[in-house]
């Protein structure tokens, strides 16, 4: 009888060098970016984006020109973006988990018939529901107010399905015991099962918050005062028929980046173990 013989494994080396090319490819167009903003608008304008390094060329004045008073709408756009970015994800993570939470773990007429609904508006383009949004935020006196922006997808389907689905697979013995040391059920809520999702609210911290950073066609729609635009509407603006600011517009968006690697950072430990427990069935 013949013995099937064992598949030898990658060497290590092997692997890691095929990661540091993923990477390096990764990291390339930041690389590029970043080596633009430190260049003036001239050599774009003639050149383009290229990797080429030329020392005698490089400053920090486009950084320098944004934290100056000529340049003090983009501060107020970078303010604007954290706000409403901080706000939307804290309220998201909070209202999404409690319907998630309930979805999986109470057991009431129409249960399934609201998760379908779910479903559904998953499917549900955003750009075909702007419109009713829009009519919406008139009637509710929403327009050219942060509120406007924030509450029509403050309870998102996406994290919802994602919560629903974690809190699934856990054990639902938490809630009896919860229940038989006098704790109500928002107690059990945030102080067992909240703990317990860590994982998951690590994971919808970091996909929320990059969606509320970059979203640009609704604050577009709604806001209308020019100290209240968020930071991707402000930078857009710098783009006109008239001039076009790109020295300005690529340190901008370089300095955007930070945030959301800042908040990719802190997730991550939580992002990576929530990945781990969805694929170790136990």
Partial sequence: M????????????????????????????FYSLALASLKPSKEMLRYGLNVKLQPELLSMHNYTFLFSASAKKY???YKNSVLI???????????????GYGLAMYRFAGRNIIFVFVLLVMMVPVEIIMLPLYKQMISFHLIDTYSGVILPFVVAPLPIFFFRQYAEGLPKDFLDAGRIDGCSEYGIFFKIMVPLMTPAFGAMAILQALASWNSFVWPLIVLKTGEKLT??????????????????????????IVPILIVFIFFQRFF???????????
Avoid: E, H
């Avoid at 494994?9 to 490819?25: G, R």
């Avoid at 970015?85 to 319907?99: A, E, G, H, I, P």
């Avoid at 990576?272 to 136990?282: E, I, P, Q």
């Fill in 231 to 256: 930071l991707p509407i402000g930078l857009a603006s710098l783009i006109t028929p008239y001039g076009n600011n790109y020295d300005i517009l690529i340190a901008g968006s370089v300095l955007a």
């Fill in 2 to 29: 013949l013995t099937q013989q064992r598949k030898r494994p990658i060497p290590a080396f092997l692997l890691l060098m095929l990661f540091l090319v993923l990477a390096a490819l990764a990291l390339f167009p």
């Fill in 85 to 99: 970015s901080l706000v939307y994800t804290v309220l998201c993570l909070l209202l999404s988990s409690m319907v």
């Fill in 272 to 282: 990576v173990s929530g990945l781990t427990v969805g694929g170790v069935k136990g």
């Fill in 75 to 77: 501060l107020l756009w």
